[in-house]
Every structure is written in C-alpha cells, then in structure tokens.
C-alpha cells in the first residue's frame, strides 16, 4: 500500500503558479501510476492529469492542457503538478491518486490510494 501526501496547496493571485507535490508516506510510487484530480465546492470531482508508470506519458484534462504540468523524480519517490496561468476557476481541493497499473487514467474510480487533498484558491 501506498498514502499520497499532498503538499504545496495555497493562495494565489489569477496569472500566477503553484507547484503541488506527492509523495508516498514511507515508500515509493515505483510501479504506480499517478492522476490529480480536483473537486470544486458543489461541483463533481474531476480529472486534471495523470502519468502513467510504465512509460511516463501523461494525459491532461482539456481546461489545463498546456497550463499545467504533472512530472515525476526519476526515483518515483514524488510526483508534481506544476500549475502556470492560474484562474478563478481552478480554485478546488487538488487530490494525489495512485494505481497499480501500467497505465493512467481519468476515472476516479480506478485508481486505488489517494490522499487527503490540498486547498488551490485562486483570486480574481
């Protein structure tokens, strides 16, 4: 078993960037493969980025796609969601999902350890 621990959340000004970190409370995600998600108040939770384990690609929800950036350290101790050209809109509490396969993915439910989240506020 694996515990995401998410780290980096907090406030910023729209335009700016954030940078989320994961990492595995006593081990690493070798052979896990990774996704954020986010969950806005009165909104469904949903995919922001994934990499998957086997051959580092990654995936991106269409909001983010080329705003945002989900990396992993060569020794898959951490990964990380760099977040550039930040908006109101991506104000939620950001998620660290693990599953044990090759592959990410964008339904929730198919992942198996996630963390406790961390608050992302974004003013206008």
């Known amino acids: 078993q694996v515990q995401p621990v998410e780290r980096g959340g907090g406030l910023v000004q729209a335009g700016g960037s954030l940078r989320l970190s994961c990492a595995a409370s006593?081990?690493?995600?070798?052979?896990?493969?990774m996704g954020w998600f986010r969950q806005a108040p009165g909104k469904e939770r949903e995919f922001v980025a994934g990499?998957?384990?086997?051959?580092?690609?990654?995936d991106y929800a269409d909001s983010v796609k080329g705003r945002f950036t989900i990396s992993r350290d060569s020794a898959k101790i951490a990964v990380y969601l760099q977040m550039d050209s930040l908006r109101p809109e991506d104000t939620a509490v950001y998620y660290c999902?693990?599953?044990?396969?090759?592959?990410?993915?964008?339904?929730?439910?198919?992942?198996?350890?996630w963390g406790q989240g961390t608050q992302v506020t974004v003013s206008s």
């Open positions: 999902l693990a599953r044990n396969g090759r592959s990410t993915s964008q339904n929730y439910g198919e992942y198996d350890f």
């Open positions: 006593g081990r690493t995600f070798s052979r896990y493969s």
């Open positions: 990499i998957s384990w086997g051959d580092g690609s990654t």
